[in-house]
């Protein structure tokens, strides 16, 4: 087995491999750049080795860099992890030329399976069933254009060298396809320095299904059995699940199939996962096959306890599959969620900044974490803005259901904003819980994720206002309230009013103690309440009977309470900036968040109609519209295409038309 390897990687997957590799005794080396000097990966590993600037293109992407810190430390292999440099075929090739052992496929595998149009045709050479659609290398746009026209709208425009919902975009009709394609190649070819497209006819409510597969160096290949990710938001997985639900054993036998037929059509060596669009009868059409480890492999991990990075390292080093496929059986259901720093009700604009709290629930056989994120992190806009991965097991998909509710539930973030309770909606949707999954899911239960969002009830404005009572007698210097607060309580010996915001609304309680209790009056209710501090976010409390055990936590704007997966914000809270299509009228449009100008598409003095995109910006790999909050006249463009921009700053000066001037 190797005795020192190099991860050229970062966050929670460069920590989930030193986990696995100090488990096997191997030594692990990180690399790390400008942003990521305290990151855990880099605390984990036995040695750093420092290759950069933040951005990406600056540490995580450069070759040479890399492979110059694998040779200092005398690394005999280096794990790619995923994205970054892990299907990038001269990255493979520069591991082979200086004789470390790239742990992923061969070169010529990835070169095969990198290009979708490649790799759709050497899927059709081998009988696997492709969607109608064209995959040449012709690219000029109106020849395109044609393409799709005869394929017939609704298509989808994909890089070709692309994937993770990079470089895609639905078109419904003719008119938008050229204006899509442009928008398409510009984020494909800042993802992925290649802006060759492919286009598709466009499944309707289609079911994403992936096969995890495994080849070793000695002609042998098996499957994991199948995922459903199916559950997306702007085509990027969110909740992943396995095995797939409410599949006919049939069709699932033809994909499993299908998958490891793929791995040997290109003669795969290691982990890598092929992925299928599946109609709703359970006919599957490939769709790609990513060359390395996905994301979601833990769930495959939890129901065939199989420790896939293990298995990597192995075959990397030249053993055999540990398993053949009648060994490997499925065992329970298992979940996962992808737990972001972002905003969904902002149409998922990432939100950045310090993690000020963060509580994970607790793991157990069935409960896990993987994450590379600890309290007081920031999540910056270089970099993916996951928080973690939960993942749940259950024996059966309900079992995992609750297990995943629970945990949602003692998942506690505070100081940026977070998809948490986005999260436990969609579980409890009713869609999600009969498992009628298609690639629309979100979109479908639109009302019960967006406009049916709980909101505070008076029991828990009461509570906020009691912790912040508390919380304020507490504050006395030399007060020995978190030294020995077990069975403490407040001792009022008069009226105390305490006043809290809450969205828009004031919030006023007026506490006066009566005996053991106290009475709060808020509006024209009078509640009893008492409490106990359990420990230092976590308060018992006996409302008007009720017993309530009470998870927040405080920072110097002011409280947040969590229950069931949602976070209820108490105090002055700064908000968080708004998302460029929801900016009201105001004369000088701002940036929604840090990033680069990749569009200025108005000069001084033109005239605009409303909801016209003035500018495009580009964060974290996401392109942003700002457009024009109504008619009228650009006096002022303030950046240039390439410029960086911070959050606020203003990108247009912008004068309304008048209704009575036009």
């Known amino acids: 087995m190797f005795e020192k390897i190099l991860i050229a990687n970062r966050g929670e997957i460069a920590c989930r491999v030193i986990k696995t590799a100090k488990k096997l005794g191997i030594a692990t080396v990180a690399v790390y750049s400008d942003a990521d000097k305290n990151a855990q990966h880099v605390k984990q590993a036995d040695e750093a080795i420092y290759i950069g600037a933040s951005p990406a293109a600056q540490s995580y992407l450069q070759v040479e860099r890399i492979i110059q810190a694998a040779l200092d430390t005398g690394s005999q292999a280096i794990h790619p992890g995923y994205g970054f440099l892990s299907e990038n075929d001269q990255f493979a090739l520069a591991c082979k030329k200086n004789g470390i052992t790239f742990i992923g496929p061969p070169v010529d595998a990835i070169l095969k399976m990198g290009l979708k149009a490649t790799s759709k045709q050497l899927m059709e050479n081998a009988g696997v069933p492709l969607t109608p659609g064209y995959h040449g290398s012709n690219q000029d746009p109106e020849f395109l254009k044609q393409q799709a026209d005869q394929i017939g709208y609704p298509v989808l425009i994909k890089a070709s060298a692309g994937g993770g919902g990079k470089g895609m975009s639905l078109v419904e009709k003719s008119d938008d396809f050229l204006a899509s394609l442009a928008s398409c190649k510009r984020e494909a070819k800042a993802s992925f320095a290649n802006d ?92 790609e096959m990513n060359t390395r480890l996905q994301v979601e492999h833990p769930v495959s991990e939890m129901i065939t306890g199989v420790d896939l990075v293990e298995w990597q390292l192995r075959v990397a080093f030249g053993e055999r599959l540990p398993k053949q496929q009648d060994q490997l059986k499925i065992n329970g259901h298992a979940i996962e969620a992808r737990v972001y720093a972002e905003e969904p009700e902002k149409g998922y604009l990432p939100a950045i900044g310090q993690i000020s709290y963060l509580h994970y629930p607790e793991q157990n056989q069935n409960v896990r974490i993987d994450s590379g994120i600890i309290q007081g992190d920031e999540i910056t806009t270089f970099y993916d803005p996951m928080i973690a991965k939960l993942i749940v097991w259950g024996e059966n998909r309900q079992a995992a259901l609750v297990q995943m509710q629970h945990a949602l539930g003692q998942f506690y973030v505070d100081g940026l904003g977070n998809n948490i309770a986005f999260l436990d909606r969609i579980i409890r949707s009713e869609s999600f819980k009969t498992a009628n999954l298609d690639t629309n899911l979100i979109q479908r239960e639109d009302d019960f994720l967006f406009k049916k969002i709980a909101t505070a009830s008076p029991d828990t404005k009461v509570a906020a206002a009691f912790i912040a009572l508390l919380l304020k007698f507490s504050a006395v210097p030399n007060n020995p309230i978190w030294q020995n607060h077990k069975l403490w309580r407040v001792n009022l010996n008069s009226s105390y009013t305490v006043k809290l915001e809450y969205l828009n609304e004031t919030i006023q309680v007026e506490f006066t103690q009566e005996q053991n209790t106290y009475l709060a009056k808020f509006q024209d209710q009078t509640f009893e309440i008492s409490g106990e501090l359990a420990d230092k976010n976590t308060l018992s409390l006996l409302i008007n009977g009720k017993q309530i055990k009470q998870a927040f936590n405080q920072n110097q704007d002011g409280l947040t309470l969590y229950q069931n997966g949602q976070s209820f914000i108490f105090g002055y809270i700064k908000q968080n900036f708004a998302a460029a299509d929801t900016q009201d009228n105001e004369a000088n449009l701002k940036a929604p968040m840090p990033g680069v100008i990749t569009q200025v598409l108005v000069e001084k003095n033109a005239a605009v109609k409303k909801n016209d995109v003035l500018i495009t910006l580009e964060a974290m790999k996401i392109e942003y519209s700002i457009r024009a909050p109504r008619d009228g006249v650009i006096s002022q463009a303030y950046f240039q295409v390439g410029d960086q921009v911070k959050a606020g700053d203003e990108l247009v000066e912008f004068e309304p038309i008048s209704e009575d001037a036009a």
Do not use: W
Not at 236 to 262: F, G
């Open 196 to 287: 060759d497209v492919l286009i598709e006819r466009y499944v309707v409510n289609p079911r994403h299904i992936e096969v995890q597969v495994f080849g070793d160096q000695h002609g042998n290949y098996v499957h994991f059995f199948e995922r459903d990710c199916s559950v997306q938001r702007r085509h990027q997985k969110v909740l992943e699940e396995a095995p797939a639900p409410k599949m006919p054993e049939d069709k699932l036998s033809v994909i499993r199939q299908a998958a490891v037929d793929a791995a040997k059509a290109v003669n795969y060596v290691g982990a890598g996962t092929v992925e299928f669009i599946v109609e709703q009868d359970g006919t599957a059409y490939f769709m």
